[in-house]
Structure formats: structure tokens, C-alpha cells
């Protein structure tokens, strides 16, 4: 995989980064690579929905996939390639007691030897990158020479790691705790990078700031960001120039916005409602005069039936330095 496709990433995160969140993301970011929310092999092959529809604006982007059976793995990617995504990332990383449930997310940490089959089985349909997002550890199973052995066991297959500088309890705390409890430790991603320097390696957690972003790529390859890119999107604006060294200026958030009307003119005609694009913008003047307001009236009157680019236009009043 190319490591500057990698050199910023926004995080895979379930019921945030849908097909109208990396839209908006790509408005604001050129070169950042787009991660889907995790879907699952059962939701693709069986579900009703078209659980791969993305829009050819959010390019470049990345499906990543949970499960732990090779065919169906294999299957689901196939079909990713023929759909046009960019990459595949296989979650081994989730917590969550439903993920488990299923064998897969960060329980695989403990079976590397099927998270190899996987790949393999992945890399054998695809021409496209297939890439591993993972945990420092699990449980008690967190020392370095157990992330050593896991990174052995699977970089035949592929060579690029996203690892989230925090192990995962897999009982006893919930998927958020899992975001905050177990402590962050960027120093060993770091080793990974220097012991492994073959690899492409990206690092994930905690981080808030572009300063931070810096840092980090003094070390690793590349940096995934995930609440904060959400929550603070304004962040992503600046990715393209402080990151990428793009001779761009950085977009205003207002003109994001109205940028953002022709795709929300096209989806409200198909039925989308106007709260579930722009609940994604909501972080994004946090910080200017008349936040709080934009938020307030956004969240109070885009859910309304027949909401439209009026209710947004009104809410940029409280932002825009026409007023």
C-alpha cells in the first residue's frame, strides 16, 4: 500500500461515518483516506440494504469488514473490489460483546493464526490493498512480545497495520470505556515501526490535534483520528495543507456547507432526510460565535417533514460573517 494514501486517515466508527458523513468529510479533506462504518460479511451477503453504497466523491475510500470466516471474507471483498473501494481493512479491533458474539473485532487477537487465513483468502480475490485494524492487546494478553507475535503471524498476508494504542477488555468494560479506560501507549506502536520497518503503520487513539498529528508522523507511518474528526470537523479542513503539504487554502466552513447543497438537494429526492446529512456537521463551528445556536437549530428543526436547504441556510446565519 501506497503510505502516503495512509498518511491520514479518518476512523471507522459504527453509526457515525455512513455514506453522508464521508461525503461531508471529502468536502472538507481532498486527500484523507475515508474509512466505512464496520459492516459485517452477514449484512453484505444476506442483509436486505446495499450495505456497499458509496458515492464516487468520497474516493479515496476504505470498506472495513468484520468477520472471521475466510469465504465469506473473501466473498465480501470480492464484491467491495467490483464496487470500486479503494481498500479493505479487516476489524480487529472492536470490543464490543455483540462483535464477540460473532467471533470477530478484537477477540481475533487471539487467533492470529485465522486472521492470516483471512487475509490470504482476501488477498487471493482482490487486487486492491487488505489491511489489518487492530488493538496493542487484549485482556491479559498485552505484552509487547504478544503484539510481536500477532504482527508475525499476519504481515505474510498484508503489510500495513492501523493499531489503536490501547488493549481491549473484552469483558467487563463497554465498547466507550474500551475508547478511554485502558491506558494509551503510543511509544509501543512506535517499536512496532521501528522493529518492523517494512510495514506501513498508522497509529489510532487519543489523538486531537494537527501538533499531535506531527508528532506522530515522526514515528509511524501514518495517523487515524476518530471522535475528534467527528465531533471537531474543522480538523479535517486543515489535513490537506498542514498534513499533505497541499498549496490549497483552507476551506471556510460556510462555503463547506453550501457545498454540500447539490448532495442534499439529490439525496432529500430520494427520500433521505435532511437531519441525517447534516447531524454530521453539527461539530463543525465549534469554537466561532453562534455554535451553540447552529447546533441548537439544526437539532431542533431538520428532523421536521419537508426540511430543506432553508432550514440551513437559516442556521448559517447564527455562523456566517455575512451577519
Not at 471529502?26 to 453504497?53: C, F, H, N, P, W
Not at 473501494?85 to 487471539?110: H, K, T, W
Not at 487519543?206 to 506531527?214: A, D, F, P, V, Y
Not at 487554502?249 to 447543497?261: E, F, G, K, M, T
Amino acid at each position: 500500500m501506497n503510505s502516503t494514501l495512509n498518511k491520514f486517515s479518518v476512523a471507522p466508527m459504527l453509526d457515525w461515518t455512513d455514506r453522508h458523513c464521508r461525503y461531508f468529510h471529502r468536502l472538507l479533506s481532498q486527500q484523507a483516506l475515508l474509512y466505512t462504518e464496520m459492516v459485517t460479511t452477514g449484512a453484505i451477503l444476506y442483509g436486505k440494504g446495499d450495505y456497499l453504497a458509496f458515492n464516487e466523491q468520497e474516493h479515496p475510500v476504505c470498506l472495513q469488514l468484520g468477520g472471521s470466516d475466510p469465504v465469506a471474507l473473501a466473498k465480501c471483498a470480492k464484491l467491495a473490489m467490483q464496487r470500486g473501494y479503494d481498500e479493505i481493512n479487516l476489524n480487529v479491533g472492536c470490543p464490543s460483546d455483540r462483535v464477540q458474539n460473532g467471533m470477530f473485532g478484537a477477540c481475533l487477537m487471539a487467533n492470529a493464526e485465522l486472521v492470516a487465513r483471512s487475509i490470504a483468502a482476501m488477498r487471493e480475490v482482490v487486487d486492491i490493498p487488505v489491511t489489518v485494524k487492530t488493538r496493542i492487546g487484549i485482556d491479559n494478553e498485552d505484552s509487547y512480545e504478544f503484539l510481536c507475535q500477532f504482527i508475525e503471524t499476519v504481515l505474510p498476508y498484508t503489510q500495513t497495520f492501523v493499531i489503536h494504542a490501547r488493549k481491549a477488555w473484552l469483558s467487563g468494560l463497554s465498547p466507550k470505556e474500551n475508547r478511554d479506560i485502558p491506558p494509551l501507549d503510543y511509544p509501543r506502536v512506535y517499536q512496532i515501526k521501528k522493529d518492523y520497518p517494512q510495514l506501513t503503520v498508522a497509529i489510532n487513539g487519543g489523538i486531537k490535534t494537527i501538533e499531535e498529528i506531527k508528532t506522530h508522523l515522526n514515528y509511524v507511518d501514518g495517523v487515524m483520528v476518530g471522535r475528534e474528526a467527528y465531533q471537531n470537523p474543522f480538523l479535517v479542513t486543515q489535513i490537506d495543507q498542514h498534513i499533505f503539504g497541499a498549496n490549497t487554502s483552507i476551506i471556510d466552513p460556510v462555503a463547506a456547507i453550501r457545498q454540500l447543497y447539490p448532495y442534499i438537494e439529490q439525496e432529500l429526492t430520494q427520500g433521505t432526510q435532511l437531519n441525517h446529512i447534516m447531524r454530521h456537521t453539527l461539530g463543525l463551528f465549534n469554537g466561532r460565535k453562534g455554535a451553540k445556536q447552529w447546533r441548537r437549530y439544526l437539532s431542533e428543526n431538520a428532523h421536521k417533514p419537508g426540511a430543506g436547504i432553508d432550514v440551513v441556510e437559516t442556521a448559517l446565519h447564527y455562523v456566517s460573517r455575512e451577519n
